[in-house]
């Protein structure tokens, strides 16, 4: 039967899902898949928890929702609370939006509203970096540069906004330069840029602390964002942290950047926020300059009708509780550091994988071409896209995603399974990919 849905794609028909247990989910030929990649990093308890699962139906009992311009509610009001006590900083005010794009969006109007509010008017260009993802709609598309992505758009683009080089040390560290210096020299492209741009018109700076789906999975080097923070301090500019994929628990502390020992002045955190229980994004804003807003004009400039929406806040608590309650976060490290070795084991010598690298259970393999050299595979080989389709018909969901090694090619398979994955499954994890991967480059070859 012809499907009435714009899907992301319209050649194929996609299976039904029918059920998830745990971290598998089920369609309804029968067939089972092992969630290796939470979909795209979203699923961090897996499927059906549930104590998240009767938060929602107590809070729809209760009130599934009351427009934000006549009422708060006491989930939202809880879960601001939680994420304020446990985001590194002084942070006071969180904006409650729908998803990831949403809160990278509400992230750049909130910056330019409270430079606005501190008299700082002239700031309004955004410095971000190549081979980023930041979202979807218009605004966020012009901070993110996923080249592919941007193209059919470019003329509708931003023009106030500017990209450095990622940090990239696959690719980018020179054989004579330690981790340390390669950092360095990566965050100090960002003082040439505001020096270039005008540092008075220079709002934020903008990155994912840990690069997801555009790069393939990269931490940054030791002491980038250390430097980064000094250069954003030192002229006025502020630092905007996406951590839509990376946050939340997903590298082994709920924000990536307390690993980096910085403190942001926004932060954005979506995909784990809520599971995938409901579609929930957060905008944490440092002290600083919320109370800008707050004491200034007390107007929060960029609205959305599913603002603080009482039933996607309860989800969102009850999975936070569980995380915490359960202390998965010590779990997250502890199989992060096996589902590393199973791998590095498994493909550490692999001739088309390149790089293996990754935070928590948030991981990356880089394919090549040829290892030596580092030679990607050719675009239109379309290895990212074989990989994802071979791995789906053997069973496993993993996220493999293409042009993170210059914009234009490179491959990559993005892993990000639920924080309560067993060791066993971790083991059937590595088997189904270990095995999709010689199939689908055999086909190549
Ligand atoms: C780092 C990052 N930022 C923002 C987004 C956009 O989130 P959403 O797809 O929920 O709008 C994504 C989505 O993949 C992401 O990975």
């Known amino acids: 039967m012809t499907s009435h849905i714009l899907h992301r794609q319209t050649k194929k028909p996609l299976p039904t899902v029918d059920k998830g247990e745990g971290v598998y989910l089920f369609d309804t030929e029968g067939n089972r898949y092992l969630d290796g990649s ?58 409650l939006v729908a998803g990831g794009s949403e809160a990278m969006e509400a992230a750049l109007k909130i910056s330019r509203q409270a430079h606005i509010e501190r008299g700082d008017e002239k700031r ?15 605004g966020v598309m012009s901070v993110g540069y996923h080249a592919q992505r941007r193209e ?40 040439d840029e505001i020096q270039r741009v005008g540092p008075q ?12 789906s555009s790069l393939g999975v990269v931490p940054p080097p030791p002491g980038y964002f250390r430097e980064i923070r000094r250069i ?31 403190e942001p002045d926004i932060v954005a955190v979506a995909k784990g926020l809520g599971a995938g229980y409901q579609p929930i994004g957060a905008t944490l804003v ?13 107007m929060l400039k960029h609205t959305h009708t599913y603002m603080a929406h009482p039933t996607a ?7 936070q509780t569980v995380i915490e309650e359960d202390d998965l976060l010590p779990q997250v490290c502890a199989r992060g550091e096996t589902a590393m070795k199973l791998l590095r084991d498994r493909l550490g010598q692999h001739a088309h994988v390149g790089d293996i690298r990754g935070r928590g259970l948030f991981i990356g393999i880089e ?31 993993c996220y493999p995603n293409a042009t993170n090694a210059d914009g234009v090619r490179g491959d990559h398979v993005l892993l990000a399974p639920p924080f309560i994955i067993s060791e066993d499954e971790l083991a059937e994890l590595t088997d189904k990919l270990a095995k999709s991967l010689d199939e689908a480059v055999s086909t190549v070859n």
């Open 152 to 191: 059919p758009f470019r003329a509708m683009l931003s023009q106030n906004t500017s990209h450095i080089s990622p940090a990239y040390a696959y690719r980018h560290q020179e054989p004579d330069e330690s981790a340390e210096e390669y950092g360095l020299r990566a965050a100090r492209e960002l003082e």
């Open 367 to 397: 394919l090549v071409a040829d290892r030596e050299t580092k030679e990607p595979f050719e675009p239109d080989l379309n290895v990212a896209g074989r990989v994802k389709q071979t791995a789906f018909e053997n069973g496993l969901i």
């Open 124 to 138: 309004t260009h955004f410095i971000a970096r190549r081979q980023s993802y930041h979202g979807a709609t218009l």
């Open 232 to 262: 954003c301090d030192e002229h006025g500019v502020m630092l905007i942290l996406d951590e839509v994929m990376s946050g939340m628990g997903r590298t082994g502390t709920l924000f990536a950047c307390e690993q980096d020992g910085i």
């Open 38 to 95: 939470g979909g795209a990093a979203v699923s961090c308890l897996g499927h059906g928890h549930p104590r998240v699962v009767q938060a929602i139906k107590e809070q729809v009992d209760r009130v599934a929702f009351a427009h934000t311009s006549f009422f708060t509610n006491k989930p939202a009001e809880e879960l601001a609370d939680f994420l304020c006590a446990r985001v590194p900083g002084d942070f006071g005010r969180v904006a």
């Open 313 to 319: 806040c309860a989800a969102a608590l009850a999975v």
């Open 201 to 212: 018109n220079v709002a934020a700076f903008v990155a994912e602390t840990v690069s997801g």
């Open 286 to 298: 440092a002290s600083k300059y919320a109370e800008a807003i707050v004491s200034g004009s007390g």
